[in-house]
Structure formats: C-alpha cells, structure tokens
C-alpha cells in the first residue's frame, strides 16, 4: 500500500471515530446515591445509541439498596460483581472492586469511565480507569470539607478522584472554584448542576400523579399528623453519635402528640442496632425498610422537617422546600445552608432537640427555612454531561 492510501485510510478511521462510531461508555455504580444520580444520565446516553454505546457495571457495593434504585429506573447492568458482604473493611471493598473492576475494562475497552461523587465504587472506578488509560468523567466533582476525616473515607476519595479525572462535573459554581482553586484546567472543568435533580424531577412527575407502592400503608399512618422525616448512615456517626442521634428524637417524639417521626433505616448493621435499640417500639416513630426511590421522594414532598446526614437528601429537599437539619460537624454542600433551607446541627442531643423543637414551634424560622430554592440545579445536568462528552470527543480520542 502506497504512503497516500495509509493517509487516506488513517483519515477515515478517525472520521470514522469522531463523527460515525459512538463513544463506548462505561458507568459504574456501587451504592444507591450513586444509582440514583448516575440513572439520568445512563437513561440520557441510552436514548442516544448514534452517538453513546452506554454500558454499565455495577459493582455490588450495595445490595438491597442499589438494586431498589436499579428497578426504579428500569435499568439493566451489563455486569454485576455483586462485592456485598456484611460489615467488609473498606480495604476489603477496594482490593475486591479494583480486582472485578480491572477484568471489566479488559473486557468492554470503553472509551470513557463515568464515575459519581465519593464512594468505594467511585474511586476505584477511576483508578482502574486511569490504569487502562481511559478518560475520565468524575459527576458531581469538586465537594470539600477540608477535613480528610469528615465525611470519612469520602472526603479523600473525591480528592483522589479528582487527580484521576479528566473530565469534571461540578454541580455548582462552588464546587467548581475549588477544583480550580486545586489548580485543575478550567477547559476540563463543567458546571451542571447535579444529577440527583434530574432524577427528582423524573421521579416528582410520577409520584404527582399516583401513591407509589411502597408508600400506600404509610399514608393512612401519616394522614392529618406533622411529619419529621429521618434518614442517616454515615460511618464517623456509627457509635457515639447515632447513640445520639437517636436519643434526641426520642426526646421529641415525646414531647409532640401531633408528630410522627418516619425514618426509613439504612441496612448497615451498624445504624440498624442502635436505631431499633433506642428507637423501637416508641408509637410516634415508624421505622421502616428503606424505600424505593419513588416511594422516598413521596415521603419527603409530605414532610415537614428533614433531619438527615445523607449527601442526597440535603440537596433534594431544598429543591421541595423543607427545611433540613444536617447532623454533622461539617457539609461539603453549603449552598444548602447558603439558600437559609439547612441548618448544620451536628450530633449531640442537646443541639438536635433544640433545633428540632424550634423548627417545630416557631411558625417565622419554619417559614424562612421552607421556601424552595434550586440551589443544586435544574433538572438538565445530565444531558449537560452528555454533551460534553460529544463536544469533548476529539480531545478524548487525541488524549489516549
Ligand atoms: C456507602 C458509601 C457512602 C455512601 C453510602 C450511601 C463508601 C465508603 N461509603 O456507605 O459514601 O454515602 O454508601 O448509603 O463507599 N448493606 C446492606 N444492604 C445494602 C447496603 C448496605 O446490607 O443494600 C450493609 C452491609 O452490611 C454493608 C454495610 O451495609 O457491608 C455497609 O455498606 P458500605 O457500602 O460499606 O458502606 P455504607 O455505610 O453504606
Ligand atoms: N433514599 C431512598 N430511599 C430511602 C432513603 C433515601 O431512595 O429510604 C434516597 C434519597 O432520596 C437520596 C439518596 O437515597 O437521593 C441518599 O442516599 P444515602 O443517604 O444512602 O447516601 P448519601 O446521599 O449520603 O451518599
């Protein structure tokens, strides 16, 4: 073959990549935030097969939890580790993700990795990125505390993520002033707003229209009472903390006739103890099984005050107008408390009852923390993110 055939050939094959083939891409998920803002954007890729080829790869972190989210949003993993096991040390998580993960790169050879906020999963799924040489996209970049041990071990794994990154989609103008403030190239840099939005959004049209089912026997319980919805899981409560926790709202229940507390138990063994220890039995708390997503976002419209330490839900409820009590020391989302919805509470009895009790007898704060705002975006950050993928191809390519 003479010189200019080859050329001519080169030239078509990368024709043929930038413009013909679609961008094989991989997204990986482990836990059920994850689930719930990565499913936009897979649905998003899925209704462009010309130019996204969408594969994903969950990898088990969760069980019961993800697969709620999975069924929620019809959507089917291409491969599942299935890595779940009881109480497994974080090492245990990573060698084992990193393990499964690296025959999966193998296997799909994806053009681009997407990977979502903090987690096990999340980290491993760019390092293993990085190590096949694969672009990577880090959904919801850029959220600090500032302190590496709160939230714990997620406040370094979205450092980490960032040095793996190619690609960065913070959520807000916040969150992407620190990553180029970490001296991160701002043409790599995205503000889309969060996905978790577009999901609310999706999800708040359907649960408009009908009770979804897993909420139907709470809606009896729940009628003509006020309602403080709980949800809490992280690892640097587990202990001291949920002891707390706990006792401040038992403190409250039984203090309010009219009040019923809801709170949808995570299934880690170490909330479930002290919760069902300290919390059980009481009358004016329900504790329940986590519930599917639709069935959640119908909970949390009812509500009247959110009490939570969940990442989600401190950026869900502001966009639904409810005032959320944050019990942590620290936040890496303080638009939320920028907006006047969320207050940092923290966990010790005495501040959670005080707040708590304030927000439910001081008609004037409960009416300034209650007014919706959409301080985490507007419902498009998906298809954002997937136009940047196409926009972004020809770097992709050029990059490897
Ligand atoms: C994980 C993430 C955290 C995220 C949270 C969301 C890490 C280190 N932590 O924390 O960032 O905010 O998920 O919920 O990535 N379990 C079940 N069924 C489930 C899920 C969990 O039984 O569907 C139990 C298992 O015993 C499991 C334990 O919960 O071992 C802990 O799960 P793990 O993923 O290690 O940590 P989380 O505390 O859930
Ligand atoms: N959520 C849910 N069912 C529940 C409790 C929470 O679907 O019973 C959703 C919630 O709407 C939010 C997400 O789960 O989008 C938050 O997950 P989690 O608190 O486990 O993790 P975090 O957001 O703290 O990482």
Redesign the pocket.
């Known amino acids: 073959m003479n010189q200019g055939h080859c050329f001519l050939n080169r030239i078509l094959l990368i024709f043929l990549c930038l413009v013909v083939m679609p961008q094989k891409v991989l997204t990986v998920i ?4 994850e689930g719930i803002k990565l499913a936009p954007l897979v649905l998003e890729l899925q209704s462009r097969p010309s130019e996204f080829k969408s594969i994903v790869c969950v990898t088990g ?6 697969d709620q989210v999975l069924e929620s949003f019809k959507i089917e993993p291409d491969f599942d580790l299935n890595l ?5 040390t ?1 090492a245990q ?1 990573t060698a084992r993700a990193v393990a499964g993960l690296d025959k999966v790169f193998g296997e799909v050879l994806p053009d681009v990795v997407l990977v979502q ?5 999340a980290f491993c799924g760019a390092l293993v990125g990085h190590y096949h040489q694969v672009t990577i996209g880090h959904v919801e970049a850029g959220l600090r505390t500032g302190n590496k041990f709160s ?1 714990f ?2 406040e370094l ?1 979205r450092r980490l993520i960032s040095q793996l990154a190619d690609l960065h989609f913070p959520p807000t103008k916040c969150s992407q002033d620190i990553l180029l403030g970490e001296g991160v190239n701002p043409a790599k840099v995205f503000v889309t707003g969060n996905t978790v939005i577009d999901a609310l959004m999706l999800t708040r049209e359907k649960v408009a229209v009908e009770v979804p089912a897993a909420a139907k026997p709470l809606d009896s319980i729940l009628s003509g009472k006020r309602i403080v919805l709980v949800t809490g ?3 640097e409560s587990h202990g001291k903390g949920f002891e707390n926790i706990c006792t401040a709202i038992r403190q409250v229940a039984d203090a309010h006739e009219d009040l019923v507390v809801v709170y949808p138990v ?4 170490k909330v479930q103890e002290p919760v069902n220890r300290i919390l059980g039995g009481h009358k004016r708390i329900c504790l329940i099984q986590p519930l599917s997503y639709q069935g959640f976002v119908w909970l949390l419209n009812k509500a009247d005050v959110v009490l939570t330490d ?2 989600g839900v401190q950026e869900e409820a502001p966009s639904l107008g409810k005032p959320v009590l944050v019990m942590r020391e620290t936040t890496e989302r303080p638009e939320g408390v920028a907006a006047g919805n969320a207050k940092l509470v923290g966990t010790s009895i005495e501040k959670i009852v005080d707040h708590l009790t304030e927000l439910l007898s001081n008609p004037a704060v409960y009416a300034a923390m209650s007014d919706a705002k959409n301080p985490y975006g507007d419902g498009t950050a998906s298809k954002q993110i997937a136009d940047v993928l196409i926009a972004t191809k020809s770097q992709v390519m050029d990059s490897k």
């Not at 995570?266 to 063994?269: D, E, M, Q, R, T």
């Open positions: 482990g836990t059920r935030p972190q969760h069980r019961e939890m993800l779940m096991a009881p109480n497994q974080l998580i906020g903090d987690t096990t999963t939230p071990p997620e794994n899981h992280r690892r995570h299934l880690n063994p969940s990442g």
